[in-house]
């Protein structure tokens, strides 16, 4: 089945802990975003991919970190730095210029 | 900002009525997409618009788009309540690699 898939669904995270976030991708789209999603609000860009072993930071970079090291992954870390990281994360890929993004399930990160 | 805003922020109808939601942006476009969210999941697009366009028509859902207004409406005809969701614009600049989205218009579909 062809898609996103966003790992783990639900994710806790403890005081002073790094944790990651797994989106893995099988569509072969070049371009893959990370977003967080408060209550009640729109999505804010966090980092994006255009491609494999190059990102940019979105409008809300600190406290996260991302790698590409594959284009099926883009991994994102939620560090100690992120003070407020509960929140809805989602993961979105795009294929060619200016089309359609689409969407993982997301993860739902909350604290200890 | 191209970021797109959604009006209204909320929008209860009966079932079988149509709802129209709307979207402004602030920059010129290459084109403008329409997203649905379902409680809890990941977005769903719905149709995207291009900037030479004025009309778009998919199933019941009807997009419209006035780049003099850098305005654009989602209508959803005869609303069903699996229509019930939250409904996001996002503009997409000539310039620009990433979509930018509003708070969302959240619809509620009573049966």
């Known amino acids: 089945d062809g898609g996103i898939t966003q790992s783990p669904k639900y994710l806790f995270r403890k005081e002073g802990q790094n944790v990651t976030l797994s989106c893995e991708q099988n569509?072969?789209?070049?371009?893959m975003y990370w977003y967080r999603q408060d209550p009640g609000q729109g999505l804010r860009l966090i980092y994006y991919?255009?491609?494999?072993?190059?990102?940019q930071k979105g409008d809300i970079a600190e406290g996260y970190s991302v790698s590409r090291e594959k284009k099926e992954s883009f991994p994102l870390t939620v560090t100690s730095a992120q003070k407020n990281p509960t929140a809805f994360y989602l993961c979105?890929?795009?294929?060619?210029?200016?089309?359609?993004?689409?969407f993982g399930d997301g993860t739902r990160l909350s604290i200890l | 900002s191209q970021q797109g805003e959604e009006d209204p922020q909320a929008l209860s109808i009966q079932e079988g009525e149509n709802a129209t939601m709307n979207c402004s942006y602030k920059?010129?476009?290459?084109?403008l997409q329409w997203y649905r969210q379902n409680s809890g999941r990941g977005l769903v697009h719905l149709i995207l618009?291009?900037?030479?366009?004025r009309e778009k028509h998919s199933g019941r859902l009807r997009v419209t788009l006035d780049t003099s207004k850098k305005s654009s409406s989602l209508l959803i005809t005869a609303s069903r309540a699996a229509d019930t969701a939250s409904y996001f614009c996002?503009?997409?600049?000539?310039?620009?690699?990433?979509?930018?989205f509003g708070a969302g218009t959240i619809l509620r579909v009573k049966s």
């Open positions: 979105a890929t795009r294929g060619r210029y200016n089309q359609p993004q689409h």
């Open positions: 569509l072969n789209h070049d371009a």
């Open positions: 991919s255009q491609i494999v072993n190059d990102f």
């Open positions: 920059t010129s476009i290459n084109n």
């Open positions: 618009i291009r900037s030479n366009e």
């Open positions: 996002a503009p997409w600049t000539e310039y620009g690699n990433k979509l930018v």
